[in-house]
């Protein structure tokens, strides 16, 4: 099982990272059409927060674990918006002034900025139902027991047992002094969780039993903390035009990060030894996992 | 059909309603165990907020809508619990600072008070996933089917096309003026979206099909603008020590309320007219809707 890695295949990784960004635009504009009333200012925000910009890394592996299956496009990409419907609700709460109290988010003013404080928790409630509404749809998959597992999942990946519980750590970091083991939890939590999600929701849309999860799980687990660590560096030495948000924010508030507690270099190696362990766990895949691959490269190379 | 109004059914009423605040206070109980790691805070201040405290109003609902299809007693709980946990979410973020800015919440400080604004936003955001993960839950009832049904209700009543949307407009009230039927579309949005899941889930759980759900639907929008009116008399008359919140907030922010547009009495007038109209909507029901008829009463006569 080779990795494509010629310049071929960078080209066309980069085409599809633009076709799920393009489709996941298309997704909400569609869903979110401006209303003739009181609640204009709320979808607006909402559209301020989802439409244009962003990764879209989370749908992107839905796409990359929904093709390892076969599973219907459409059906893995609307799965995919419900992802990101979360991420942004999650984004748009910890950008607020109580939590890390940022002013740019994708290279645009933050919503409590562009809007206010109250429009901003309402439309990240919004997002957070929005999800929900998106999973349980018949539209997103034909068979209930499907959309009651990715339900049941994305709710335990994002509550106080998930990404929830990860930004109330986070938050105990700038007053605590956190050792590896307790910031490596702390990611797990906050961002692991919702990126463990996105593989499990590949393997219950091409309902993979239980017990032939294991992999998928690894490779979840280790590009999880991949991303982190090259967020950590990417917040030392990364680019606020690329980035588009402010940077040497966890530095400056003397937080404990995977970078603080090892050091660049370690770091680097860390991260790049999860990379080669997450491909690792797809030996039993052939080229259907060539993108999740990829994907696995792109988390640490990344400059945004 | 007649509705028992002597003093035993009255006294059965108040055992009815303490016999679902005690479950739903040990469901929340072994729900949220305090944890020994640092979201020990998130999951205080969780159970700061559902524990002890409240009138239970949709729980309750959930569990009479219920009785008319002879739900498992069991399975109605955990769905009320479910609807008081987004109850419960909504009211968090609506007493932050920047949205109604509220210091006492059910006789209690509102969490950001208690704890801190961050904590409050995690803690609403987590009990908003804690919802869906119950209703999602195969403890919840074992049909997929109904699961899902129950979690695209939920989702689509609370967003931006139901309770949160309504908050926006609720917001938007403080500004500008609106009239009669705009102030009703707010309150069907902020309050009636949800008392009217609380029936829906009923006819979800009991597998009633939708065209057999409008009497259902008409009571719930009857007692949801009935309950909204009686808020909105209390709001001026009633007594801050059983409201357990702060009162006269309407008044002194020049909202228009349905008791500011349509005085006192034709308010009081009005809320009658519902509750009789509500259990009108029930007359094809026997005994088994005795509990809903109580309510429809309770809704308009509470000091709290």
Redesign the interface.
Known sequence: MRVADDETSARSFQTKLGQVAAAIDHHFDAL?ALPD???R???AA?RHAAIGGGKRLRPLLVVAACDLFHVDPERAMRVGTAIEAIHV?SLI?DD?P??DDDDMRRGKPTVHKAF????A??A???F??????I???EKTHP???V???L??E???A???G?M??G???D???EI?T?DLP?VT??QQLKTGALIGFCLEAGAIMGKLPIEGRTPLRGYARDIGLAFQIADDILDIEGDEALTGKALHKDENAGKQTFVALMGLDRAREQASALVEQAIGHLGGFGVEADLLRQIAHYVVERDR
């Open positions: 979110l009333d009181p609640r200012g709320l979808i909402m609700y709460h607020l109580c939590m206010d404080e109250a429009t928790v309402l990240g409630d919004s957070h139902a929005l999800a929900f509404e999973l349980a749809s068979d209930p027991y959309r009651s597992e339900v049941f994305l709710a335990r994002s509550g106080h998930g929830a519980g930004q109330m750590m938050l105990a970091a605590e956190f307790t939890r702390l």
